[in-house]
């Protein structure tokens, strides 16, 4: 097992008990713990990991430098990937919607006991991954990153010690969303909602699957692309059909997602436009966003700025352990 240097700080009590669970249903072949102190270290102890299955203990951030490295080995599909997620609420929501449990000791016999579930993730054209969502904001500040409508974590309550926001029936793709909008977001200030400030528009040219979206003639307020739907889900249309296929928010049924869990290779996109224009939603394999110098927030990381990106899903491309049946 991996312990990110952040867990071990952080929550030093949670990295305890994962490791006491851990080791102690090992059995005779017993647990190798690696403590490594920075990124490089940490690839050095993952590259050195022989036939051990890597399991990872730490926030979203350990999660996807684990992910990214196995990418870059072209390992990540010979090898599942497990996690305990132990951090702040905050910076453990992507392992959270991609259905990890949050709680040490569960999240242990998850790795123990859990099955694997084959997930989609998104690559680009610089070789970077995004295995929940990406946003891009209409424009390049921080307070930007407001677009859109009430994100997950908004709309259904907050975390540690309020209500929670997640479920069985409830845990989709879509709450991905939720590690795209910074801290302040979680509160109800600067988050996806954004109303408390005017985001300024951006001209973009947005392309799914060569279908024009969102051309330099009409700004747009904001760009979202969630992987892990599912192919069947009732309401939207492929890309294939062309701009007309697209469909009008409120209007893709709100339920019938599925948490990651095969997305038939084909990720939902949403472009918002200023103002009360409905947003435009469909799904596609492939998008290219291109324009003006962009940020974009890919899962828990801000990259950019970029003048043209193509985020293509990769369907089925990693494996992570989740509780069976869940």
């Not at 399991?55 to 999660?63: C, E, N, S």
Request: aromatic share 4%; hydrophobic share 40%.
């Amino acid at each position: 097992m991996v312990i990110d240097p952040v867990a071990r700080r952080t929550d030093g009590e949670s990295v305890r008990i994962a490791r006491d669970v851990l080791s102690a249903g090992a059995g005779a072949a017993g647990a190798k713990i690696c403590l490594p102190e920075g990124p490089e270290e940490f690839a050095r102890v993952l590259a050195r990991r022989g036939q051990r299955r890597p399991v990872v203990i730490g926030d979203d951030r350990a999660l996807l430098r684990t992910v990214g490295l196995l990418h870059k080995e072209r390992e990540l599909g010979q090898v599942p990937v497990s996690v305990i997620p132990v951090g702040a609420p905050a910076s453990v929501g992507l392992s959270r919607a991609l259905g990890v449990p949050t709680d040490a000791v569960a999240a242990a016999r998850t790795v123990l006991d859990g099955g694997e579930r084959a997930m989609d993730l998104l690559t680009d054209d610089s070789d970077g991954i995004v295995l929940g969502g990406l946003r891009i904001p209409g424009g390049g500040g921080r307070g930007d990153y407001a677009t859109g409508p009430a994100h997950p974590v908004e709309r259904a309550g907050r975390v540690d010690g309020h209500r929670t926001w997640w479920g069985p029936a409830a845990r989709t793709a879509r709450t991905a969303l939720a590690m795209l909008a910074p801290a302040a977001g979680l509160g109800g200030g600067l988050g996806f909602a954004g109303r408390r400030g005017r985001v300024p528009a951006h001209r973009l040219r947005i392309e799914a699957d060569g279908v024009v979206l969102a051309d330099l003639d009409r700004p747009v307020r904001g760009v979202s692309v969630v992987t892990g739907l599912r192919a069947g889900m009732a309401g939207l249309t492929g890309v294939a059909e062309g701009r007309r296929g697209a469909v009008p928010a409120g209007r893709d049924g709100g339920e019938g997602h599925d948490g990651g869990v095969g997305g038939g290779g084909l990720a939902e996109v949403e472009v918002r436009w200023p103002g009360e224009a409905r947003p435009v939603r469909t799904r596609a394999r492939a998008v290219t966003v291109s324009g003006a110098d962009f940020h974009y927030r890919a899962d828990a990381v801000v990259g950019g700025p970029v003048r043209t990106r193509t985020w293509t899903v990769q369907a089925g491309a990693w494996r992570l352990t989740v509780p069976k049946g869940g």
